[in-house]
């Protein structure tokens, strides 16, 4: 990835990068510490998605010494899920890992109103880890995933997908 990065970095300008999660295997102070000392030495701001690997999944049933909790995320990146502008384009990062690959409560009145903001937005842009309309009927047949850990049923995405696109397009 490094080496390819080096290459394109080369031929083109980046103005900014997204890791869109599973940055690294194992959720380790160590391994964020090497990602956090990579990331500083590019010439361009990084944001981060987290996947499933990067920290301690929340129902996770015992401590992990020197394994990045929440808390820690948290501490070093900020909250999991925000928004960020890059021009006339809104950038919204969401955590399906919070709630079994569901967007619910807080994250969810997040969502509406970043949508609400980002009406004058010439692009809008949902970043997350997981494909949360993996299931929709319309896509089921096409799209597998890698790994389904932490999958709740209950989201109900394939509905609220289309209310949301509704509600952009008015």
């Known amino acids: 990835f490094r080496v390819g990065l080096s290459r394109l970095l080369t031929e083109r300008s980046v103005d900014f990068g997204v890791l ?11 391994s964020w510490d090497l990602v956090d000392q990579q990331l500083s030495e590019l010439p361009f701001p990084v944001h981060l998605v987290a996947g499933n690997h990067d920290l301690v999944p ?7 010494p020197g394994y990045l909790m929440r808390s820690d995320w948290e501490a070093r990146y900020g909250r999991t899920y925000r928004s960020f502008r890059r021009g006339s384009d809104h ?3 969401l955590d399906p890992n919070i709630d079994g690959w569901r967007i619910l409560g807080d994250q969810l009145a997040f969502l509406d ?3 609400e903001e980002a009406r004058d937005a010439r ?10 309309w993996f299931k929709m009927s319309v ?7 890698n790994s389904g850990l932490g999958f709740q049923e209950g989201q109900d995405f394939e509905e609220n997908w289309w209310s949301v696109v509704d509600s952009m397009m008015a």
């Open 113 to 115: 109103k970043e949508l």
């Open 139 to 145: 896509l089921s047949e096409r799209v597998s995933v």
């Open 91 to 93: 950038f919204v990062i």
């Open 58 to 64: 929340p129902d996770w049933p015992e401590e992990l």
């Open 20 to 30: 869109l999660g599973d940055v690294v295997f194992r959720p380790s102070q160590e």
């Open 123 to 132: 692009n809008l842009f949902i970043l997350m880890h997981q494909v949360l």
